[in-house]
DNA sequence: CTGAAAGCGCTTACAG
DNA sequence: CTGAAAGCGCTTACAG
């Protein structure tokens, strides 16, 4: 059973298709009359315009692309929830993508979705993406982009992120409020700029205080899957090369809470012999035991926001005006726990 | 700067536009010489055939919806990537919703998904459906559908499922087999199938092993966002009303996690005390202490099959074959760890 | 081997 | 207030 076109109603009504065209789009100049006749016919006929024929018309599809590194992670489902729940609410659909942190993927996925000609593209980028041309492309066909979480720099487009930076420095900080005399830091992988400038917060903060900078105190973690157990890992290396650390900082709640697991194993005490930060405030750090101080990535409200950006982007290619950039920079919190206080 | 077009490759070729188009889709009845001609020109101005096009003319989009209840959510978020890089295999691109367990969403969201014009739609349902007029709609318009994991039987199309009854009932067999005496069961919210499936299968085991079915020994979770703490305070509450239970079949690994942890705070040994089984295989469930016994729900592989049916059906009517309907059952695995076995 | 023509289903500028 | 016509960019059956 095909689908009900216009040309149907309008030999129905013995009018034309571009009164049923204008007549279901409200248009002012159609009789009232008109209008209500066409309205039920194509209630009752089930009429749905052809999206095909209409994208092709207005030569937009009301959808954008996402691509993420990895679906099945805490961060990035929610953010995919943020935007999907914002484009709803504008009536755009998403489609996505997961470029596996790897540069060759994104970059077939960046261009199906050119093809597939989306309204606009939103995307986080691999860890293996060092080379950025691809992204050029996009912003050469004039299509709105915009980058969150893990971003270039060097791209001329509109970024929704935290401060990674800053907020490694609280978390430190922190540590060092609660008279932490020696603090250890887990990073994530070499590659992506944020954990790099989490690295550099933790680094800044350390100086402040007149702490010595110990590269041998910085443990690296590749947080893919393994990140539980490289908690563990790292957490047993840490004793046996420095047991007089009374604080880490912790890339990745998860890392953390494997290094958490390990110390209680090995019977040492957190917060007591060891206090902890981690990074993201995943929802087990909230339940487990001792709960886990951390800093709260707003993954929702960056998906949010990064939606709200490209959205405007959209419009303003719509209206021929010119596209503005900008670097939404969403604030992070220090949550904490029991894992850097004593429950006295 | 606007696309190129196939005019406009013609144009510069002095050739026709139904030869360039032929020469792109490598038909036989176009010269060699004309191919390759066409081929570098494309090449090099940067020709994409314009979707929205296409899609009007074949009538296909090579895009599909997918419907979740929620995205956060480890298994659904395994699922869907399984979906999506099975589609990516055969050049599908996937549009993905969520219903927030609500019936009304999760309606007009599968009439949004109509209205795109998707090529077929693969849907998980939301807690809150009971009715299922609006499935019977997308089959009545001729559009493939699967359904996975929460499934309605009622509805006449492809299916694939775990036998959740056949898994609860081997997890509570295990708990038989090494020597439980009473056995209680935190299970799921009433409405969905699953957790009903579950419930029976617990209900069968003891009956089949002439241990008497007690309901005050089930334990009701809503497992929504408060799963971990509602395993909690059933543990809890367990404690006080049965404590001399010696084993716990529980519906989802989160909730069966916050029971040991909260059993472990009470002094409760598991698995000396208490043994535990879960249900989903959670990532979690392998590195916590101690580790948990469960039932491996396999979610990518869940999502990848239902791709691969809906695929299928999708090909059948674009030859206009008639659509065979399947159900299929993947295979759980009891997955046994420290939770039911004392490590001696 | 090449091309003219029709048509997918809509929207919109224009004429009346 | 209504409608004829053009056109979005492709594909394909058909003629030559």
Known sequence: MKPTTLKQIAELLDISTSTVSKALKGYSDVSEKTKRLVLETAKLMNYRPNSFAVNLRTSESKTIGLIVPEIVHHFFSSVIKGIISQAEKKG?????????????LEKKQLDLLLSQRVDGILISLANGTGNFDHLNDVLLQNKPLVMFDKIAKIIKCSKVIIDDRKAAYTATQHLVDIGCKKIAHFRGSLLPQNSIDRFLGYKQALLDNNMPYDSSLVYICECGDRSF?????SAR?????????????INTDLVAIGAMTEFQKLGVKVPEDISIVGFSNWFMSSVISPTLTTIDQPGYQMGKTAFK?????????KRNETVT??????????VVRESTIEAK
Chains 1, 2 share one sequence.
């Not at 950006?309 to 290619?317: A, M, P, T, W």
């Open 229 to 233: 157990v490289e908690g563990k890992e």
């Open 92 to 104: 755009y659909l998403v489609i996505i993508l997961q470029s596996n942190e790897s540069y060759k």
């Open 325 to 334: 950039h900008k670097k939404i920079v969403l604030d992070t919190a220090l």
């Open 309 to 317: 950006r490209l959205y405007k982007e959209i419009q303003q290619i």
């Open 237 to 249: 290396k840490l004793l046996n090369e420095h047991n007089d650390v009374d604080g880490i900082f």
